[in-house]
C-alpha cells in the first residue's frame, strides 16, 4: 500500500474522504446536487485549487459508472445544444483562474444559480416556460455556466439541474442527459488541469484508486433512490438540492 500521509492524516480525514467519495457516486446516478456538499470537505482536507485535481478523477469514476448504467437513456439533442458552449466555459475558467480570487468564484457561482432558478420558477408560474427553453439564448447560457462552474470548482450540479428541470425530461432521461453531459466535460478536463493547473499527481490518483469501493455504493444507492422515488418526488428533491447546495457554496 503506498504511503498517502502526506495527503491524508488520522482516521478522521479517511473517514470524511470515504463518505465524500460515497456522495459523489450518490450525486451522478440520481442524487445530483448532493456531490456539491463535498466540495468544502476536500478543500479542508487538500487545500482549495489542489483539491479540484485530486477530485476530478474521483468524478470520472463516478461518471463512467453513471453512463454504462443509463447509456441508453440520454437525450443527444440536449447535449450538442450545451457542450460548445461548455467548452467555451471550460476555456474562460481556464484562463480566469490565474486572476480571480476562489472566494469570487465561489460567489459568481452562487448567485448565478440562485439567478437561474429564480428565472425557472417565474416562467413556469407564468406559463412560458417552453417559449424560454426554446430561445435562443437558453441553452448558449446555461451551457456556458456549468462549464465554467465545472472547471473552477467542479460544482457544476446546480446550475445544470436547474437547466434540466427547465426541459421536463423524465427522470431517468434527466440523470442520464446530466450524467453524459458532464462526464465529457470532466474528461475534457484532464489534459486542462493536469499540463496547465498542474494539479493532478499520481499520488493523488492512488488516493482517488481506494475511494473507488465508495464510489460504486454511492452510485449503486443512487441508482436505487431514482427507482423508488416517484416522478413527483424526484423532481422535488432535485429543487431542494439545488437551493440547499447553492447556499452551502455561498457560505
Same mark, same amino acid.
Given at each position: 500500500?503506498?504511503?498517502?500521509? +502526506? #495527503?491524508?492524516?488520522?482516521?478522521?480525514?479517511?473517514?470524511?474522504f470515504f463518505i465524500c467519495a460515497m456522495f459523489i457516486g450518490m450525486s451522478k446516478t440520481g442524487i445530483q446536487n448532493i456531490g456539491t456538499f463535498t466540495i468544502p470537505v476536500?478543500?479542508?482536507?487538500?487545500?482549495?485549487?489542489?483539491?479540484?485535481?485530486?477530485?476530478?478523477?474521483?468524478?470520472?469514476?463516478? $461518471?463512467?459508472?453513471?453512463?454504462?448504467?443509463?447509456?441508453?437513456?440520454? +437525450?443527444?439533442? +440536449?447535449?450538442?445544444?450545451?457542450? *460548445?458552449?461548455?467548452?467555451?466555459? %471550460? %476555456?474562460?475558467?481556464?484562463?480566469?483562474?490565474?486572476?480571480? *480570487?476562489?472566494?469570487?468564484?465561489?460567489?459568481?457561482?452562487?448567485?448565478?444559480?440562485?439567478?437561474?432558478?429564480?428565472?425557472?420558477?417565474?416562467?413556469?408560474?407564468?406559463?412560458?416556460?417552453?417559449?424560454?427553453?426554446?430561445?435562443?439564448?437558453?441553452?448558449?447560457?446555461?451551457?456556458?455556466?456549468?462549464?465554467?462552474?465545472?472547471?473552477?470548482?467542479?460544482?457544476?450540479?446546480?446550475? #445544470?439541474?436547474?437547466?434540466?428541470?427547465?426541459? !421536463? %425530461?423524465?427522470?431517468?432521461?434527466?440523470?442520464?442527459?446530466?450524467?453524459?453531459?458532464?462526464?465529457?466535460?470532466?474528461? #475534457?478536463?484532464?489534459?486542462?488541469?493536469?499540463?496547465?493547473? $498542474?494539479?493532478?499527481?499520481?499520488?493523488?490518483? =492512488?488516493?482517488?484508486?481506494?475511494? %473507488? *469501493?465508495?464510489?460504486?455504493?454511492?452510485? =449503486?444507492?443512487?441508482? !436505487?433512490?431514482?427507482?423508488?422515488?416517484?416522478?413527483?418526488?424526484?423532481?422535488?428533491?432535485?429543487?431542494?438540492?439545488?437551493?440547499?447546495?447553492?447556499?452551502?457554496?455561498?457560505?
Open positions: 500500500m503506498p504511503d498517502l500521509s +502526506h #495527503l491524508i492524516h488520522g482516521v478522521s480525514e479517511w473517514t470524511l476536500f478543500a479542508l482536507l487538500f487545500g482549495a485549487k489542489h483539491s479540484t485535481g485530486i477530485v476530478l478523477p474521483l468524478l470520472c469514476m463516478a $461518471d463512467a459508472i453513471a453512463v454504462v448504467y443509463y447509456r441508453k437513456k440520454f +437525450h443527444r439533442s +440536449h447535449i450538442l445544444k450545451l457542450l *460548445p458552449w461548455g467548452i467555451a466555459g %471550460l %476555456l474562460v475558467a481556464l484562463m480566469a483562474g490565474h486572476v480571480v *480570487p476562489e472566494s469570487g468564484f465561489k460567489i459568481m457561482m452562487g448567485a448565478s444559480i440562485l439567478l437561474g432558478m429564480v428565472v425557472m420558477l417565474c416562467m413556469e408560474r407564468s406559463g412560458k416556460m417552453i417559449e424560454m427553453t426554446t430561445s435562443v439564448w437558453f441553452s448558449p447560457v446555461f451551457g456556458f455556466f456549468v462549464g465554467f462552474s465545472t472547471m473552477i470548482g467542479n460544482a457544476a450540479g446546480p446550475l #445544470l439541474t436547474v437547466y434540466l428541470l427547465s426541459t !421536463r %425530461l423524465p427522470k431517468y432521461a434527466f440523470v442520464a442527459t446530466g450524467a453524459w453531459f458532464i462526464m465529457i466535460l470532466n474528461y #475534457l478536463k484532464i489534459p486542462l488541469q493536469l499540463f496547465v493547473w $498542474d494539479n493532478i499527481s499520481w499520488d493523488g490518483f =492512488l488516493l482517488d484508486l481506494m475511494a %473507488l *469501493p465508495f464510489i460504486i455504493i454511492g452510485g =449503486l444507492i443512487g441508482i !436505487r433512490i431514482v427507482n423508488v422515488l416517484p416522478e413527483k418526488q424526484f423532481k422535488t428533491l432535485m429543487i431542494a438540492l439545488i437551493v440547499v447546495s447553492t447556499l452551502f457554496l455561498l457560505v
